[in-house]
């Protein structure tokens, strides 16, 4: 149980373009889904918060108008980098929790983006 | 600003030997704690959770927490290769279930 996915697992963009990341939680509903982006040899760092069918709550230093969240369901969040630029390469990864047990996050297996 | 200090490591121990690893927190209301293990290019996968002081075994895993000294440590018993990644300590300070993470202690088990 508490299976995340992710989609894709690799992204290659050009500079100024969007790109679109699902997270889904296969089989639990998702009342909480995190964003997470990680740099090489750090740690990951929070970027929001999600809740289903209400605004993300954004970290401090995070802009919500280039990372845009959307969480329409309790099996689904999407978040889109809009207009990319190279040092928006990254991973990106998102977790969920469940109502059962909303302190435990289940991590999904990542994206990679790479903006040229 | 809350934080979760660990050692970058890395940490090597021999195949067998108990590998320890540690970890503090600044947050004394934390109450939630938890040790995820990341392989290189991978993401965190949740090895233990534990909340009350005290030792919680999973196998060949234990978690050790004392909330007076803000520290959480994670025991492996008889370390394989496999065991070889970074080891996330995360805690959560309470009250709205965001994780904050330590920077991760890298440990090489070698044969």
């Known amino acids: 149980g508490a299976v995340v996915s992710q989609h894709p697992s690799r992204v290659i963009c050009k500079s100024g373009t969007s790109v679109k990341i699902e997270c889904r939680s296969l089989?639990?509903?998702?009342?909480?889904m995190f964003w997470y982006r990680q740099f090489p040899k750090q740690s990951l760092m929070l970027m929001a918060t999600?809740?289903?069918?209400?605004?993300?709550?954004?970290e401090q230093g995070v802009e919500k108008d280039k990372f845009l969240i959307n969480h329409a369901s309790l099996t689904l969040s999407t978040l889109t980098v809009t207009s990319a630029h190279p040092e928006d390469s990254s991973f990106y990864i998102c977790s969920a929790s469940n109502r059962h047990n909303q302190e435990t996050q289940y991590f999904g297996p990542g994206t990679r983006l790479l903006v040229l | 600003q809350k934080e979760v200090e660990q050692n970058s490591g890395p940490l090597s121990v021999p195949e067998g030997a108990i590998a320890s690893l540690n970890c503090t927190y600044s947050d004394r209301v934390s109450q939630s704690f938890f040790w995820y293990r990341q392989y290189s290019g991978k993401s965190p996968e949740l090895i233990m959770s534990?909340?009350?002081?005290g030792d919680k075994e999973d196998g060949r895993f234990t978690a050790q927490l004392n909330k007076a000294s803000q520290y959480v440590s994670l025991l492996i018993r008889d370390s394989q290769p496999s065991d070889s990644a970074t080891y996330l300590c995360?805690?959560?300070?309470?009250?709205?279930?965001?994780?904050?993470f330590g920077t991760g202690t890298r440990l090489q088990v070698f044969p």
């Open positions: 089989d639990f509903q998702a009342t909480t």
């Open positions: 534990i909340y009350s002081n």
């Open positions: 995360a805690v959560d300070p309470g009250g709205n279930d965001k994780l904050i």
């Open positions: 999600s809740n289903e069918g209400s605004k993300a709550t954004y």
